[in-house]
């Protein structure tokens, strides 16, 4: 699993993940086995939003809670045109509103975690 740095603004903290992803039933079992293994996650707000694309048909996303925050992911990948990979971004809320500039926080951590998968240039 790929990760960005955490990224803060206004004591609310968004991290990046991204992975391999081949087979779609392999989604849940990658979110169960982070939530398991990271304590941090587990108290996150926010643990899954999530999109994913494999080869040209397959895709979804999910927002957790964050309403937008999967489809926006989702873009993302078809923008950029990457496929086979399932990018996760994780939001602690730090208990003030952010706007719209959490989009762009949850965009840029999960950018951040797609370059140093190799997944962008």
């Known amino acids: 699993m790929n990760e960005s740095e955490l990224l803060v603004d206004?004591?609310?903290k968004f991290q990046g993940r991204?992975?391999?992803?081949?087979?779609?039933t392999k989604i849940d079992e990658i979110l169960q086995n982070l939530l398991e293994n990271d304590k941090r996650v587990r108290k996150a707000?926010?643990?899954?939003?999530?999109a994913w694309r494999i080869g040209a048909t397959e895709q979804g996303s999910s927002d957790n809670g964050e309403n937008g925050a999967g489809q926006r992911l989702l873009t993302l990948l078809h923008q950029a045109n990457v496929v086979n990979v399932?990018?996760?971004?994780?939001r602690w809320y730090g208990g003030i509103p952010l706007g719209?500039?959490?989009f762009r926080h949850i965009s840029s951590t999960a950018v951040a975690s797609l370059k140093k998968?190799?997944?962008l240039p």
């Open 18 to 24: 991204c992975c391999t992803l081949t087979n779609r």
């Open 117 to 119: 998968g190799g997944f």
């Open 45 to 50: 707000s926010h643990p899954h939003m999530y």
């Open 100 to 102: 719209s500039s959490r």
């Open 10 to 12: 206004h004591k609310s």
């Open 86 to 90: 399932l990018v996760i971004v994780t």
